[in-house]
């Protein structure tokens, strides 16, 4: 199969930034996705439907000329949200979901909640207005090795919750673990997961090839081979419970270059064409439109996108960066290499 043409795919995890960063890294996204949720650990966050509302604003400024690119925006969780004003904020059209980061788990998560019980109340009004909730599903406990923070936090935090909430719609994100996996699999009805293009590709063994290699650092973190397998199994299953979330999260190279790194990978630029390279290596070509295109509007109860895309088998040179108001570079995951795939948005 040298071709294959798709609806066009939507992103359900996404990290924008803000100012020059947003301006820099927006036209990858918005070129081969009908659609992004849109993540809010912004700094600092965006906790308020009128915080949201103003992000959207900034993105849809910031689009291409005639870019038909939908953001999807969220909330970010705190120990101090307003209930009503997420159900407001939902009802009005302007916010699609909320994200729960723990404190302290990932880039910008230190205005998570500090104990899942607080968030309680508010996750029974949102069960009861049908508003979706993503977790950042890791435990930040730090007697928790770094390789565990995800199965632990399935036996912890999530399993109960989803359980004490049986309406609530959840997405475990960026699920990287075999634990993980096994759990959607069996998991009530209104419980999904998305997967990332880079946890696809590398094991853990990645970061520490030859000396520490920043690039490859991101959180959840890339973990054994046996996960990285049980992933690659379950998005070309055909499974309904896996969709698209690319986790796109740009940082400067002064950032992640440093003492101190922050954790994330860009990979809008190649997003789409890893993938299709996933799927391709494991003889499942055909079954990359459910997990890229309908899936997750199925997940988000959204009608599938009605422009299509067209994969085109090709290789093509990955620039290394791109640049932020010609200042910093952001390095592309996968760039300086080529990939395999072009894709092709018709009109």
Same mark, same amino acid.
């Given at each position: ?222 973990? @054994? ?10 998005? +070309?299953?055909?499974?309904? @419970? ?9 940082? +400067? ?53 009605? @422009?299509?895309? +067209? ?37």
């Amino acid at each position: 199969m040298n071709s294959l043409t798709i609806h066009q795919p939507d992103d359900w995890h996404v990290h924008l930034r803000d100012g020059d960063m947003l301006k820099a890294v927006l036209p990858a996204t918005a070129a081969h996705f009908g659609r992004a949720i849109i993540m809010p650990n912004l700094v600092p966050p965006v906790v308020t439907t009128a915080q949201a509302e103003a992000y959207r604003g900034r993105i849809q400024t910031a689009l291409p000329t005639g870019s038909e690119f939908m953001p999807l925006m969220t909330l970010y969780m705190t120990d101090d949200t307003d209930a009503d004003d997420v159900i407001a904020g939902y009802q009005a059209g302007v916010v699609k979901a909320v994200k729960l980061y723990p404190q302290h788990a990932t880039t910008n998560s230190h205005f998570g909640i500090s104990d899942i019980t607080r968030a309680y109340p508010v996750l029974e009004r949102m069960e009861a207005a049908g508003v979706p909730l993503l977790m950042h599903g890791e435990v930040t406990d730090p007697q928790v090795d770094i390789f565990d923070r995800e199965a632990v936090f399935l036996e912890r935090i999530f399993d109960p919750l989803v359980r004490r909430f049986a309406g609530l719609k959840v997405t475990l994100e960026h699920v990287t673990t075999q634990e993980g996996v096994d759990y959607i699999i069996a998991a009530r009805a209104g419980i999904g997961a998305s997967v990332t293009p880079h946890h696809l590709m590398f094991n853990r063994n990645a970061i520490f090839q030859g000396g520490i290699r920043p690039h490859y650092y991101c959180l959840p973190i890339a973990k @054994r081979e046996q996960h990285r397998l049980a992933l690659r199994r379950a998005v +070309t299953s055909g499974n309904p @419970r896996f969709f698209l979330g690319t986790d796109t999260a740009p940082h +400067t190279r002064t950032a992640k270059e440093a003492a101190c790194g922050c954790a994330g990978l860009y990979v809008a630029p190649v997003a789409l064409a890893t993938y299709a390279q996933v799927f391709d290596e494991e003889g499942a070509l055909d079954k990359l439109e459910a997990f890229a295109s309908l899936n997750g509007p199925r997940h988000y109860g959204m009608p599938v996108n009605a @422009r299509r895309i +067209t994969l085109h088998r090709e290789q093509r040179f990955v620039a290394e960066d791109v640049s932020v108001a010609g200042e910093e570079a952001v390095h592309i995951y996968r760039g300086g290499e080529s990939v395999g795939w072009r894709v092709e948005v018709h009109a």
